[in-house]
């Protein structure tokens, strides 16, 4: 489970504080290039956070090892246009053409407010249009302890520094002068138009507005901005896929930009090894962070759209990261390279610590990474990839001996085959709770299968034959230990919880299980997880203390088991019941600036207020909401044109 334990950081008073709440059925927006993130209120077009890094955490605190690690330093708490009377106006705001580009409109005027990729740097362009008197009003996270002028080939720029804070913020401004301050909270009153770029280490400054400078190429910002967008559009890949609706169209085109924004661009460096690596969601939801199992999701969609060079540099970050194998005393002291859970924005292995003190260990994991790597190289035909150093060789070695061999040491035997050792598996139960689950051993069966011809394509026959024979036994394995009775079961332990289980689905999408029997039966029993909003929760939750976050976090609608549902509808024949579970996600996402949450609210409560179906839990979604809807529409479109 995903406590939320670092929310009180978002409910800091601040100027937005006393600004109109919004609407339950609104996100926040959020704007990135893959060197950090900007987060803007729709219903006021205020800046709410403009975040160092691509990332929630930096690296762990040394000072606490259980703890979620070193925060990525935000440097806005409010910014927003104000009239002459210091009024703010209520707004109206949403992605241009379907692209990172925020553009608002209000009785102030309108705005737009973007990061863009062609600069290489984290850089937050914010313009303002005014239709009457006003200027920008910032409330800074942190106090200035220092303002700098300098001046760059005729160019007048600010160099901030703040209490507390490693990084510096660079203020350059664009267009005509309208008004003068030297005070720092002042300064931003003086032009319609700012850039701000942050600086890690302050001798960089010059540099940093030399590369902006060369960027903005003279353009106005308005021209930047629409430049941006028709960049953006060369990136695009054309859609294989035929959109029911142009809602479906909208919903594709900004979940492809949401998965573009979510990956980290920063260069790998001594002390740094997180280029590549994909958020689970983007801020302000709380699971910034990267995550194996929702990246496998996120990558497998751009390589199925045919982004190679994003899918590339994702599967190079699972190569890459460090260091890693931190937990091998739970993994039958095997030593490994992909996380069991996921990543500090450095890198580095982060084991989830909990409130318990206890990691996850999350043995699906290396079964998705591997996964991935086959459909890479299904897609793209890249063999040039299998030789590619990484951190601990070659990564077909890599990929043989700290991803295979490691998940090959955690079987374990059952009746006349072989399924997965005991784990916290896809819904994270901690490692007190671990149990031998289906998931678990279900994606050991996809990633080894997809491993098996990785191994044929490098010219190693030996472990390919290794690998199919363990396949075969894991298949055994599986069907003695999780289908029992007729029926198809999360855990091999027996229990009311995982009895049945949303990611049986899955493991149906996947192929592991394929009597139509058992198909139908796992369909007819998800009627035991729908809830009062309309969808399907996760498991059955047993806790049974309100205290407990996983208490209310297991009753929610979650949207990777709806999806899940809807593929296996497909795949069955059920195209309308297919299509009415779609449907309901595209709409309620095009109502929401076409961002897809983790849940909608099944029991509001005070961790997940609102009315029953709106959008909550972590949103923007990446690999299991922008993700899977890509993943959905291509699977769609497949078994149309095979059945």
């Not at 893959?34 to 691509?54: D, I, K, L, N």
């Not at 029926?487 to 009597?515: M, P, S, Y």
Request: charged share 20%; glycine share 6%.
């Amino acid at each position: 489970m995903r406590p939320l334990r670092h929310l009180a950081r978002y409910l800091a008073p601040s100027l937005c504080a006393f600004l109109p709440l919004p609407l339950l059925a609104a996100s926040h927006m959020v704007t990135g290039n893959g060197f950090g993130f900007a987060v803007v209120s729709p219903e006021t077009a205020s800046v709410t956070r403009f975040y160092a890094h691509p990332y929630s955490f930096v690296r762990p605190d040394p000072k606490n090892p259980y703890a979620e690690g070193e925060e990525t330093t935000n440097f806005i708490k409010c910014l927003q246009w104000a009239d002459s009377d210091n009024s703010t106006k209520a707004a109206s705001t949403d992605y241009d053409h379907d692209s990172h580009v925020i553009h608002a409109r209000s009785a102030n005027g309108e705005g737009f407010f973007f990061m863009p990729f062609g600069l290489n740097r984290d850089a937050f362009i914010v313009n303002w249009q005014p239709s009457q008197p006003g200027a920008w009003r910032v409330e800074w996270s942190h106090p200035v302890s220092s303002q700098k002028m300098i001046h760059v080939d005729g160019l007048t720029t600010h160099l901030l520094r703040f209490d507390g804070i490693l990084e510096s913020l660079l203020l350059i401004p664009l267009g005509a002068s309208h008004h003068n301050s030297t005070q720092p909270e002042q300064l931003l009153a003086s032009h319609q138009s700012w850039a701000f770029i942050s600086i890690e280490n302050a001798r960089d400054a010059e540099q940093a507005a030399r590369d902006f400078t060369h960027w903005q190429a003279g353009l106005p910002t308005r021209a930047l901005a629409q430049r941006e967008i028709a960049q953006l559009d060369l990136w695009r890949v054309k859609p294989t896929v035929h959109f029911t609706s142009d809602s479906e169209r909208h919903l594709w085109r900004q979940s492809e930009v949401m998965l573009r924004m979510a990956q980290s661009r920063e260069p790998n460096r001594p002390g740094r090894n997180g280029h590549g690596l994909i958020v689970a969601c983007l801020p302000d939801g709380v699971y910034f962070t990267p995550w194996v199992r929702d990246m496998a999701y996120a990558l497998v969609a751009l390589t199925r759209m045919g982004h190679q060079a994003e899918a590339r540099a994702g599967l190079l970050a699972y190569f890459n990261a460090q260091p890693t194998g931190k937990m091998r005393a739970l993994t039958s002291n095997a030593d490994y390279q992909v996380s069991v859970v996921r990543y500090f924005g450095n890198g580095e292995e982060e084991p989830f610590f909990t409130m318990e003190s206890a990691p996850n260990i999350e043995f699906d994991d290396w079964g998705l990474a591997l996964w991935v790597l086959g459909q890479y190289l299904d897609r793209f035909h890249d063999p040039a990839v299998l030789t590619t150093p990484t951190f601990r060789g070659p990564l077909y070695q890599s990929a043989r001996d700290f991803i295979a061999k490691p998940l090959l040491a955690n079987l374990e035997p059952n009746g006349l085959g072989l399924i997965v050792g005991p784990d916290t598996s896809i819904w994270e139960e901690h490692q007190p709770d671990k149990k031998h689950f289906a998931f678990s051993t279900a994606m050991a069966i996809v990633g080894l299968r997809n491993f098996a011809d990785v191994a044929r394509r490098a010219g190693d026959p030996s472990t390919q034959a290794k690998i199919l024979r363990k396949v075969a036994l894991l298949q055994a394995g599986f069907n003695a230990a999780f289908i029992r009775d007729g029926h198809l079961h999360g855990t091999l332990e027996q229990g009311v919880k995982n009895d049945i289980d949303g990611a049986l689905l899955a493991i149906i999408n996947f192929g592991v299980v394929t009597d139509p029997a058992i198909v139908r039966d796992t369909v007819e029993r998800m009627n035991l997880l729908k809830v009062a909003s309309g969808g399907y929760r996760r498991v059955r939750g047993t806790y049974i203390d309100p205290a407990i976050f996983e208490y209310w976090y297991e009753q929610e609608e979650f949207l990777f088991v709806d999806f899940s549902l809807a593929e296996v509808d497909h795949r069955l024949g059920e195209t309308s019941d297919a299509a009415a579970i779609l449907q309901r996600i595209v709409r309620k996402s095009s109502a929401d600036n076409n961002l897809i949450p983790e849940m909608y609210v099944a029991v509001p409560c005070r961790l997940f207020p609102g009315n029953l179906g709106d959008p909550t839990g972590a949103l923007p979604m990446v690999g299991y909401g922008a993700g899977e809807f890509i993943l959905y529409l291509l699977e769609r479109e497949r078994i149309t044109h095979t059945q």
